[in-house]
Each structure stands twice: as structure tokens, then as C-alpha cells.
């Protein structure tokens, strides 16, 4: 689970910046190869953020692109961190046909986002492109769902620090997905590499807050996520006390 709290700024329709630092309260239940069950569970402070967003909307086209840097304050040994200063620059354009808005992602970074379609069981350092593409259909103003493929294209060494693995240390050609195999792996792009799909629903049910649940399904690691949200905008409910 991740608690993220950030503030920011609003200059004029176009740009947004913010900043913040995510909390995380990982428990996991591992089998070892002995057949042994052993437990990890930890809370630690994610890697301090900050972000720059534009945006271009448009009746024609909407266009919207982010540039996110953070900063490594988050604990390697947890897999919360990679120790390195990481970045990603994600490009969105989307259209509005009636109650259908098919989108387009595009980012380049140096580390998988931790937001970007599912929240991953670990840390990723190394260059990589990422894609997502489906769309979303508004069935009333305060409820819709959202179908997407996604794609994670990574090039050069991989490394990536499981939040879940326990104490040890592992090496690429280990039994079953990286993350279990140790703390540390490092290796090919076999690693980062992902694709797959993913489908949910968005309940707005008053101004400010908004609920999600979601359902992710990675084909590279055979991994099944179920997921859902709670986000809180302040500035939305504080424009409206009375709801």
C-alpha cells in the first residue's frame, strides 16, 4: 500500500508543479525453496519527488506532458529506492468522441514509474521506454471505466530491487520472476520488460474525492494485480465546503 501526499501550484490553465514523498507499508508472504513460509513487512519513506507538468487542451486534440525527477532518499535494501536519481518524461495526447476518450502514452525514462499502470512488487534502474494505449467511456459525469495495453521497452543493464524477497541476494538465472529471487538482481532487459493489459473503474462521487478499482494483468511476469484507489484533492473540496 502507498500513501502519497504532494502540493503544488497552479500557474494559469497551463502549468502545474508539485512535489512529494510516498510512504509505503509493504507485508509479504514468500515461499522459499526449502518450502519454508517466512514474512517481510516494513514501512519506509519513498524517494522525495518533484514534477512539471503542461498542458494543451484542445477540442481537436488534447496534449498533455510531464517531467517527474526523484530524488534517492527512499531504503534500497527495502526496494523502495534504487539509489540513483531517476526520471521520466510522459507525453498523453487523448480525444473526446461523445462518451469515448481513446489516449496515447509515451514516456522515456530511467526507472519504471511507480504509478504507471500497476503498482510493481519492486524498484527498477535502467533506460527504458514505456506505452500505453485503450480508452475510456463515461457512462455519467461521476462514473466511468478504462480499458489500455500497455508496453515496457527497456534497453541496456537492468536492475531492479524486490520489495518483497526477503533477506538474500539473487542473480538473473534464478527460479521464477526476478523480484523473488533475491534482493538485487541485475542483468539483462529481460528484467524491467513488461507488457500486458489493464481495465478499471473512476467514482467520482463528490467534488475532491475520487475512488478507483482496478484489475492488471502482466504477461511477462504472469502477474495478476487488484488494486484500488482513494485520492483526496484539497484544493477541490476547500473551493466547495459544503459538499
Given at each position: 500500500?502507498?500513501?502519497?501526499?504532494?502540493?503544488?501550484?497552479?500557474?494559469?490553465?497551463?502549468?502545474?508543479?508539485?512535489?512529494?514523498?510516498?510512504?509505503?507499508?509493504?507485508?509479504?508472504?514468500?515461499?522459499?525453496?526449502?518450502?519454508?513460509?517466512?514474512?517481510?513487512?516494513?514501512?519506509?519513506?519513498?524517494?522525495?519527488?518533484?514534477?512539471?507538468?503542461?498542458?494543451?487542451?484542445?477540442?481537436?486534440?488534447?496534449?498533455?506532458?510531464?517531467?517527474?525527477?526523484?530524488?534517492?532518499t527512499?531504503?534500497?535494501?527495502?526496494?523502495?529506492?534504487?539509489?540513483?536519481?531517476?526520471?521520466?518524461?510522459?507525453?498523453?495526447?487523448?480525444?473526446?468522441?461523445?462518451?469515448?476518450?481513446?489516449?496515447?502514452?509515451?514516456?522515456?525514462?530511467?526507472?519504471?514509474?511507480?504509478?504507471f499502470?500497476?503498482?510493481?512488487?519492486?524498484?527498477?534502474?535502467?533506460?527504458?521506454?514505456?506505452?500505453?494505449?485503450?480508452?475510456?467511456?463515461?457512462?455519467?459525469?461521476?462514473?466511468?471505466?478504462?480499458?489500455?495495453?500497455?508496453?515496457?521497452?527497456?534497453?541496456?543493464?537492468?536492475?531492479?530491487?524486490?520489495?518483497?524477497?526477503?533477506?538474500?541476494?539473487?542473480?538473473?538465472?534464478g527460479?521464477?520472476?526476478?523480484?523473488?529471487?533475491?534482493?538485487?538482481?541485475?542483468?539483462?532487459?529481460?528484467?524491467?520488460?513488461?507488457?500486458?493489459?489493464?481495465?478499471?473503474?473512476?467514482?467520482?462521487?463528490?467534488?475532491?474525492?475520487?475512488?478507483?478499482?482496478?484489475?492488471?494483468?502482466?504477461?511477462?511476469?504472469?502477474?495478476?494485480?487488484?488494486?484500488?484507489?482513494?485520492?483526496?484533492?484539497?484544493?477541490?473540496?476547500?473551493?466547495?465546503?459544503?459538499?
Amino acid at each position: 500500500m502507498q500513501l502519497d501526499s504532494s502540493v503544488g501550484y497552479l500557474f494559469g490553465r497551463h502549468l502545474l508543479i508539485d512535489g512529494g514523498v510516498p510512504v509505503y507499508f509493504v507485508r509479504a508472504n514468500i515461499i522459499t525453496s526449502s518450502g519454508a513460509s517466512t514474512t517481510s513487512s516494513f514501512t519506509e519513506l519513498g524517494d522525495v519527488y518533484g514534477q512539471a507538468r503542461l498542458s494543451f487542451p484542445n477540442p481537436m486534440l488534447n496534449f498533455k506532458t510531464q517531467l517527474t525527477g526523484r530524488a534517492p532518499t527512499g531504503s534500497t535494501s527495502d526496494g523502495i529506492s534504487t539509489g540513483h536519481v531517476t526520471y521520466d518524461w510522459t507525453n498523453r495526447i487523448d480525444r473526446n468522441f461523445g462518451h469515448w476518450t481513446p489516449f496515447l502514452e509515451v514516456g522515456l525514462a530511467n526507472s519504471i514509474p511507480d504509478t504507471f499502470v500497476y503498482r510493481r512488487p519492486f524498484a527498477s534502474y535502467g533506460e527504458l521506454g514505456h506505452f500505453q494505449a485503450g480508452a475510456a467511456y463515461h457512462v455519467v459525469n461521476w462514473f466511468s471505466v478504462a480499458a489500455s495495453a500497455f508496453d515496457v521497452a527497456p534497453w541496456g543493464t537492468q536492475t531492479i530491487d524486490s520489495r518483497v524477497a526477503g533477506n538474500g541476494s539473487g542473480t538473473s538465472s534464478g527460479h521464477g520472476p526476478p523480484f523473488l529471487q533475491g534482493l538485487r538482481t541485475t542483468g539483462g532487459t529481460s528484467l524491467a520488460a513488461d507488457n500486458g493489459f489493464s481495465t478499471g473503474v473512476d467514482l467520482l462521487p463528490v467534488k475532491g474525492i475520487d475512488l478507483t478499482v482496478g484489475y492488471s494483468r502482466s504477461t511477462h511476469y504472469a502477474l495478476n494485480t487488484v488494486s484500488f484507489g482513494i485520492a483526496v484533492n484539497m484544493r477541490a473540496i476547500l473551493r466547495h465546503p459544503g459538499l
